[in-house]
């Protein structure tokens, strides 16, 4: 069986570990990447012809669609396209029969990769909307609770789990709100990051262009875009520093609605939280709907100091009733004593529901399914007050248990994240874990691709 899969920085070295291990199951891995020294190490390893490189040189070539993937929607959700449209659009439309030719020739049946970039998307897209090819698109990612499991996510918003249901022994055991072990190692990378030798480190990186291929489209060459946007963060984090925040002890003893801010620009706002990616905008609308004597307390993401400027905070402290806590405030002891938790797809929303708080997201999640928590929209906001949203929510019945077990069969052990973060993914041990993951759901996959055609067949 031949399967694809999408290149993706330091997480390629991972998916190159697991790749060895799926060979000596007669799986055999095709790649397809937008970086060349990555292309090359990738050539070095499996040759040229199961390796297809799709940089910025594509713009240039003639075009050839496959069909409409909505690029302009790909490119306002990508960090770096959204600033170059022009060849952006381009980029994307003349890619498009190079991968589609690359998928059928090579006879692959399933394609795993990250949804951030908007080459991904697209791809995933022509998965779904191209059956002729006969490949489904897999996302293998963290379920973020428990962080040592993995599931395979079948849409471009994480928001459907490929349903396996593995006849495992369920242990019966209650989810409960954990902070990941990778959030903790990634404070550590941003606290070193933003240290004398971190900044100095990075200095050193963008006066040398290491690692940077200026052909790649998920990356910034342009020196003055670059200096820019490092300028504008250096700014950001030490005009931060002027910002007033309150103390949660004062403002805890009224109803509030929790909302948390995320980091931006990140899949998990521009892509998977698409059309609700406007931050402030998001604020102004629950703010709209709180009910009178409730307040709406907002806690900036310690990882997105330096994302946003000081106007930012200062149009979030117009609004009455709006407070900007400190940030180093234990966000469990705010979900617990919060009325309503909001977020567009964090983990706090997630949280709360495991404590049997009610909480809303604005974009759909995997977790919605926990009866406490809500997808809602601008309809919602604009037809009921956030007090009768949490009221209706908190009448629910507790459904923890089966939501555990949902996540429990439909995932698998192993810490599928990126090695940088966390060293322990790359461990033969958990490289194991991985390999057997994705055999499994490659099986199961192709099991139920044999199912459809042998229904389709029968109707026919």
């Known amino acids: 069986m031949n399967i694809c899969i999408l290149s993706n920085f330091t997480k390629t ?65 990508d960090r770096y396209l959204r600033h170059k449209t022009e060849v952006g659009f381009r980029y994307l439309r003349h890619i498009q029969k190079p991968i589609y030719d690359f998928i059928a020739n090579n006879q692959i049946k399933a394609v795993f990769g990250e949804i951030t970039w908007s080459h991904e998307v697209l791809i995933h897209r022509m998965c779904k909307q191209c059956p002729e090819l006969g490949c489904t698109f897999l996302n293998p990612h963290v379920v973020r609770i428990p962080d040592n499991r993995f599931a395979f996510y079948t849409d471009e918003r994480q928001s459907r789990l490929l349903q396996i249901e593995r006849e495992e022994e369920w242990d019966g055991a209650i989810l409960e709100a954990r902070k990941p072990d990778y959030l903790k190692l990634n404070d550590k990378i941003v606290k070193k990051s933003s240290s004398l030798a971190g900044r100095l480190n990075r200095l050193k990186r963008f006066i040398t262009n ?146 049997k708080v009610p909480s809303v997201t604005f974009a759909p999640t995997f977790f919605n399914q926990l009866n406490t928590c809500a997808t809602i929209d601008l309809r919602d906001i604009n037809q009921h007050m956030l007090s009768d949203i949490a009221n209706s929510l908190q009448e629910r019945p507790d459904n923890r248990e089966a939501f555990s077990k949902y996540i429990f069969i439909n995932s698998f052990e192993g810490r599928m994240i990126d090695p940088i973060s966390d060293p322990r993914s790359i461990t033969p041990e958990n490289v194991a874990l991985l390999s057997e993951g994705m055999k499994q759901a490659l099986a199961f996959t192709q099991k139920q691709a044999s199912s459809q055609q042998v229904l389709g067949q029968q109707t026919a």
């Open 210 to 355: 290491e690692n940077m291929d200026p052909l790649d489209p998920t990356l910034l060459p342009n020196v003055r875009a670059r200096v820019r946007m490092a300028w504008n963060q250096e700014w950001n984090k030490e005009t931060y520093k002027s910002v007033s925040r309150i103390s949660f002890d004062e403002v805890k003893h009224q109803p509030f609605v929790f909302l948390g801010l995320h980091k931006q620009p990140e899949a998990s706002v521009d892509v998977f939280g698409r059309y609700y990616e406007d931050q402030l905008l998001n604020i102004k609308n629950l703010w709209r709907a709180l009910p009178e004597g409730w307040n709406l307390l907002i806690k900036e993401h310690t990882n997105a100091i330096g994302d946003r400027s000081k106007d930012f905070y200062r149009a979030i402290k117009q609004l009455a009733g709006v407070f900007l806590v400190d940030e180093k405030t234990n966000s469990y002891e705010m979900i617990r004593q919060a009325a309503l938790v909001a977020t567009i797809t964090g983990t706090i929303a997630y949280e709360a529901a495991l404590m």
């Open 13 to 77: 070295y991972l998916f190159h570990e697991i790749a060895q291990q799926l060979e000596k199951s007669n799986i055999h891995a095709f790649w397809i990447a937008t970086n060349r020294p990555l292309y090359q190490f990738l050539v070095s390893q499996y040759g040229e012809g199961r390796v297809l490189l799709i940089n910025l040189t594509y713009s240039e070539r003639p075009a050839l669609t496959v069909n409409d993937f909505k690029l302009n929607e790909l490119m306002y959700g």
